[in-house]
């Protein structure tokens, strides 16, 4: 059984920073998509950012603010999240999903984290 375990939320102030970080069990994690979504309260869970080797990409909402990098001899995923604002606010998720998969569709990732609470005050 996989596991992804994420690190790193908390509370910072609009215009802050945070860096998420996500360990993965699986012993191939160099061959996964690692992607991170996201789910504010009252709204359905968004795609923020993937990464499979050099490709990467981005929600709209979180281009030129956020930036994904993975370091596979650790099986971490990160995502280093800067000029951050209240909409931000949401439980961040990590997952995990076989080559192939579309990168920002949230039912081709089979292993999903437990989520991180980041916060960000105005």
Known sequence: ???LVESGGGLVQAGGSL?????ASQETFSTYIMG???QAPGKE???VSAIMQSNMRYADSVKGRFVISRDNAKNTVY???NSLKPD???VYYCA???YGA???RDEDYDYWGQGTQVTVSS
């Open 36 to 38: 991170w979504f996201r």
């Open 96 to 98: 995990s999903a076989r």
């Open 19 to 23: 860096r998420l970080s996500c360990t």
């Open 88 to 90: 931000d606010t949401a």
């Open 79 to 81: 995502l280093q999240m």
């Open 1 to 3: 059984q996989v596991q």
């Open 102 to 104: 579309e990168f920002d």
């Open 45 to 47: 869970r968004e795609f």
